[in-house]
């Protein structure tokens, strides 16, 4: 079974993009082998520190080389990729050999896709998205979801998915499988 390591681009207990990708995970079970990536000791980046890679920069090479895909669940933070999570990216689309910088990296040639839960900035923050995820070298699945956050979470921190964007989700989980049987 192909293994799809989920992104969940916010840190914050009760995240509603979290919330989002345990409805992926019901997409996906029985299809693909689910884990998520703890990222939360990354540090920001500095070149001075690649030459003795951090224990965990290496643990999030480690578990990104031995999936076959990554699936983002990403915030928008004023209309942009948070920075966290562009800094995890920086991370892993660096050459794993310094000696040679074109070399390969932990996440390229991966299955990569990604899902947007936010209340503005979607479109924005997709399109910088399929521009990194190419950059990088990854194979970018776009086939994506878009979700605003439900008002009753503000309040009780529940994020529902609405019936679209569980339909989405589907085919988004879809998608990805598809890529990686292709
Ligand atoms: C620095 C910062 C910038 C934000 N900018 C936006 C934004 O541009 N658009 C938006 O819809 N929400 C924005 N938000 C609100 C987040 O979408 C909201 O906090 C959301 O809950 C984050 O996802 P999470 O629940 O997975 O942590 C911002 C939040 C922070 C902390």
Redesign the pocket.
């Known amino acids: 079974m192909s293994k799809v390591l989920f992104i969940?681009?916010?840190l914050?207990q009760?995240?509603?993009?979290?919330q989002l990708a345990a409805d992926a995970e019901k997409a996906l079970a029985g299809k693909a082998e689910v884990s998520y990536l703890d990222w939360s000791q990354v540090p920001v980046f500095s070149q001075d520190l690649e030459g003795q890679t951090p224990a965990s920069v290496q643990a999030v090479r480690d578990a990104v080389a031995a999936a076959d895909a990554v699936w983002i669940?990403s915030?928008?933070?004023?209309?942009?990729i948070?920075g966290s999570v562009k800094n995890l990216l920086d991370w892993l689309s660096r050459a794993v050999d310094l000696s040679d910088p074109t070399g390969p990296s932990a996440i390229n040639g991966k299955v990569t896709t990604v899902s947007l839960?936010?209340?503005?900035?979607h479109d924005q923050v997709a399109d910088q998205y399929r521009t990194l995820m190419s950059f990088i070298r990854t194979n970018f699945v776009d086939q994506l979801t878009f979700s605003r956050?439900n008002d009753s979470a503000w309040a009780d921190g529940k994020?529902i998915a609405s019936e679209e964007v569980s339909t989405d989700l589907s085919k988004q989980a879809e998608a990805l499988l598809a890529a990686l049987n292709a």
């Open positions: 969940v681009g916010s914050r009760g995240s509603f993009n979290h669940f915030p928008v933070y004023n209309f942009a948070p839960v936010a209340n503005g900035g956050v994020f």
